[in-house]
Structures are given as structure tokens and as C-alpha cells.
């Protein structure tokens, strides 16, 4: 019987230590060749650590979260015969870190771009507008005879509150916010008139991608001047137009508003090239971009990622769509490649109908803009001198203001508007 020491192998260029972001073992389990140990987080990737032994694995280097050196002890693993040469290059595998993306230039190497808005894909809008619950008796009708229809954040809303949705009574077809706000109201603020038990305390620790954006939106802050900018768009007729374009799509992809934001931009960014742009504050250089390589930022179970779309101003709104949806996938499935994850020029994000009024997104370096697409409404406008019902949305954009003044991104944003509310001159070549 023999101790096989595993030692931390160099896993990058420069790279002194690495994070411990998940064992996959435990002291005393019994582990096989090439059997995953744990997972590794550098400032540029997540590696798989594989024993190149088999044998029972008798201590490990620290907890989740601690940092190793390069070359100590990792994992400790009795062996039953002598000890094999170690054979670094094969006990990992490299993935794609998932927390932004690589930075373009060599002067910004070891900057992780990492956006601190939301999902970039557009959740279903709500088909109607919510009303404010009054605290009155619930209306006398049940939401439905046998199964309560609801939209999934409205049932996960009633698990959280312990509300059978059954109970709950409305006027409509389905259960919507509104109605469990009245329920809430109407029984004294908890679910069945009980008093709701404190929810205990948790402690979670930060680590891995969650400390890395943590990291890089504390930087981003720290040396960037943000300023934001909010114009309101009506989008009336664009909606109308992708509604048109829907019924028609045959075997492509259903557009959502993102493939025409993104078009509109590419265009506009042609006029205004400060805007898609990065900064090396280090050598004081700025770069602006002929190719819009565009950052869609996506949540994921494990945090957020920003898969690029490259030569966003080459596609058409239906292969923007396709790119979306592929990437956003490969996002969430963790299958995102590092080059996928690598070298945004802008970056866009929307939360759907969760965007709020307006927002103030964080720029990631080294780009030197980004926008944040806030929730459609549909509001009363007068135009020409006539009271319309009219979908309305704005758009967020924050910029770096050491790079962008205020006039070139007022003029970028009224760019937009001339391109977003005139879908004819949007959609020409």
C-alpha cells in the first residue's frame, strides 16, 4: 500500500493558485482512473481534476471556496501498488468559464467582462396588465372547475406563500398576481389568516461565479464613470410588423423584440462608432469596433453569462434570432463554448415584463456602453391631438463617460428611436 499525493498542475499561463469550486469525493470514497475529483476556477476557466490513480481517497486540500496553490497537495489517494508518474495534461479537462467573457486585447487579459443586468431572452408578456388589489372581500366566483390555470411564476408565488390556489378566487380565466394579493389582503397578509412562520437564517458562502461577478462588478464600478440615459420608445408599429412577420415564419424561429433591437443598434452604431467601442484604461487606448460582436446577457442556474453574437451587423433578424436562441442554450446547458463567452463589443439585456420602468445597467470592461431593454407597456399617448392606446417601452444606456459624452449617446438613442418606430427603415437593406 502507497500514498499517492495529487498536486495541483499548472492549468494556465501566469496562473499562481485556483478556487476549489466543487469536490466530487470524499474521504474514504473509493475513486477509479481518470474519476473527477473536483472542479477548479482560475481567473479564465473552470477545470475538471481527474485522479490518474485508483485507489481510496484518504484527505482533501481544503472546502469549496479556499484557494490552492499551484503544485501543493490537492488529494491524497492510497494506492494499492506503487506509485504511477503523474501525468499533469491528462487529469483535466479545460471548460469554458462561465462568467462573461475572455477580454479581446492582451492588455486587458486578465479582465473577465461580466454584465450585472438580467436574462437577455424575452420572457411571455402578460396579456393583461395587473390591477392594484383592494382590500375587500375576494369576488365570489372560484378561478375554475378542476385544475387552476395559472402562469408558472403565479403557482411558484402560491408554493412560496403556502396559498392553495385553489382557494383562491377570481374573476378571470386564470389566477393572476392581483388575485393573490386580494387573497393575501382579505386573510390578514398570510395564507389562511395564519401568521406565516419566520423563515430561518441561511448562510451561503460566495464562491465561484458568483464571487467572480462579485469581483468584476466591484471593479467595474470602481474605475468606470457610469452615466444612463433612458428614452422612450413606441414600438406599435414594430410590434405589429413581428407580429406580420410571426404568422409568416414557416420553419424559423418566433422573433421576439431582441433580433430587431439588435439590428436596430448595429445600424446606428455606424453613425455613432464610439459607442461600440472597448477601452484599455491601462495604456489609455480606445478602440472603436467595425464589427459589432454583440453580448446577450443570459441567466443561467449558475449565474449570469454573456454568449457573444459575432458580426451581429452581417445577420438578418431571423438568423439573430436563431444565434439567441443557440446560444442562450448552450448558456444554460453549460455547453457554451469559451469563444462563445469571449470578446463582446456591447451588450444588451432585457428582463421582459420584470424590466421595470428603467434601469441603470453596469458597463463590463473594457466595452465602454451597454443597454438594458426595460418592459413593454401598452399606455395612452396622444397623437395628433387624438388619445391612443399605445405600446411604449424604454431603453436604458449606460456609458463610460471617460469614452461617450452625453450628446453622442442622446444622438445614438434617437438614432434608435428613428429606426425602431419606422420598421420599414429598420428592415431595408
Known amino acids: 500500500m502507497s500514498v499517492y499525493q495529487f498536486k495541483l498542475p499548472d492549468i494556465g499561463e501566469g496562473i499562481a493558485e485556483a478556487e476549489i469550486v466543487a469536490w466530487h469525493v470524499q474521504v474514504g470514497d473509493r475513486v477509479e482512473e481518470d474519476q473527477q475529483l473536483a472542479d477548479m476556477m482560475t481567473d479564465k476557466a473552470t477545470v475538471e481534476m481527474e485522479s490518474p490513480v485508483a485507489g481510496v481517497v484518504k484527505s482533501l486540500a481544503g472546502e469549496v471556496g479556499d484557494q490552492i496553490a499551484i503544485g501543493s497537495v490537492l488529494v491524497e489517494i492510497e494506492t494499492d501498488g506503487a506509485d504511477p508518474a503523474p501525468a499533469p495534461s491528462e487529469s483535466r479537462k479545460e471548460q469554458p468559464l462561465a462568467d462573461g467573457a475572455e477580454d479581446p486585447t492582451p492588455a486587458q487579459e486578465e479582465k473577465i467582462p461580466v454584465t450585472a443586468t438580467g436574462d437577455a431572452t424575452e420572457p411571455a408578456r402578460d396579456p393583461a396588465p395587473q390591477s392594484k388589489a383592494e382590500p375587500a372581500p375576494a369576488p365570489s366566483t372560484p378561478a375554475t372547475q378542476g385544475k387552476v390555470l395559472a402562469s408558472p411564476a403565479v403557482r411558484q408565488r402560491a408554493r412560496d406563500l403556502g396559498i392553495d390556489l385553489g382557494e383562491v378566487r377570481t374573476s378571470g380565466d386564470r389566477v393572476r398576481?392581483?388575485?393573490?394579493?386580494?387573497?393575501?389582503?382579505?386573510?390578514?397578509?398570510?395564507?389562511?389568516?395564519?401568521?406565516?412562520?419566520?423563515?430561518?437564517?441561511?448562510?451561503?458562502?460566495?464562491?465561484?461565479?458568483?464571487?467572480?461577478?462579485?469581483?468584476?462588478?466591484?471593479?467595474?464600478?470602481?474605475?468606470?464613470?457610469?452615466?444612463?440615459?433612458?428614452?422612450?420608445?413606441?414600438?406599435?408599429?414594430?410590434?405589429?410588423?413581428?407580429?406580420?412577420?410571426?404568422?409568416?415564419?414557416?420553419?424559423?424561429?418566433?422573433?421576439?423584440?431582441?433580433?430587431?433591437?439588435?439590428?436596430?443598434?448595429?445600424?446606428?452604431?455606424?453613425?455613432?462608432?464610439?459607442?461600440?467601442?472597448?477601452?484599455?484604461?491601462?495604456?489609455?487606448?480606445?478602440?472603436?469596433?467595425?464589427?459589432?460582436?454583440?453580448?446577450?446577457?443570459?441567466?443561467?442556474?449558475?449565474?449570469?453569462?454573456?454568449?457573444?453574437?459575432?458580426?451581429?451587423?452581417?445577420?438578418?433578424?431571423?438568423?439573430?434570432?436563431?444565434?439567441?436562441?443557440?446560444?442562450?442554450?448552450?448558456?444554460?446547458?453549460?455547453?457554451?463554448?469559451?469563444?462563445?463567452?469571449?470578446?463582446?463589443?456591447?451588450?444588451?439585456?432585457?428582463?421582459?415584463?420584470?424590466?421595470?420602468?428603467?434601469?441603470?445597467?453596469?458597463?463590463?470592461?473594457?466595452q465602454v456602453a451597454t443597454i438594458a431593454v426595460n418592459k413593454l407597456q401598452e399606455i395612452p399617448v396622444i397623437v395628433d391631438g387624438e388619445l391612443e392606446a399605445r405600446k411604449v417601452m424604454n431603453l436604458s444606456l449606460s456609458c463610460d463617460h471617460r469614452v461617450v459624452d452625453g450628446w453622442d449617446a442622446a444622438s445614438f438613442l434617437q438614432a434608435l428611436k428613428g429606426l425602431l418606430e419606422n420598421p420599414l427603415r429598420l428592415l431595408s437593406h
Do not use: C
Open 177 to 366: 398576481h392581483a388575485d393573490l394579493d386580494a387573497y393575501l389582503l382579505y386573510h390578514g397578509g398570510s395564507a389562511s389568516g395564519r401568521s406565516a412562520a419566520p423563515r430561518a437564517d441561511e448562510t451561503i458562502k460566495v464562491v465561484g461565479l458568483r464571487r467572480k461577478i462579485a469581483e468584476n462588478m466591484q471593479e467595474a464600478k470602481r474605475r468606470i464613470p457610469h452615466f444612463a440615459l433612458v428614452e422612450q420608445f413606441d414600438v406599435t408599429a414594430l410590434e405589429e410588423a413581428r407580429a406580420m412577420m410571426n404568422r409568416d415564419r414557416g420553419s424559423n424561429p418566433k422573433l421576439t423584440l431582441l433580433p430587431f433591437l439588435i439590428t436596430a443598434m448595429t445600424k446606428a452604431m455606424a453613425d455613432w462608432p464610439m459607442i461600440n467601442a472597448t477601452y484599455d484604461d491601462d495604456a489609455n487606448v480606445v478602440t472603436r469596433h467595425g464589427a459589432v460582436h454583440m453580448g446577450v446577457a443570459t441567466q443561467t442556474d449558475g449565474g449570469l453569462m454573456v454568449p457573444v453574437i459575432r458580426n451581429a451587423q452581417q445577420l438578418s433578424v431571423w438568423q439573430l434570432a436563431r444565434e439567441i436562441v443557440r446560444l442562450s442554450e448552450a448558456a444554460r446547458s453549460g455547453k457554451a463554448s469559451r469563444e462563445e463567452l469571449s470578446g463582446p463589443t456591447f451588450t444588451i439585456s432585457s428582463l421582459g415584463p420584470m424590466g421595470g420602468i428603467a434601469s441603470t445597467p453596469v458597463i463590463a470592461p473594457p
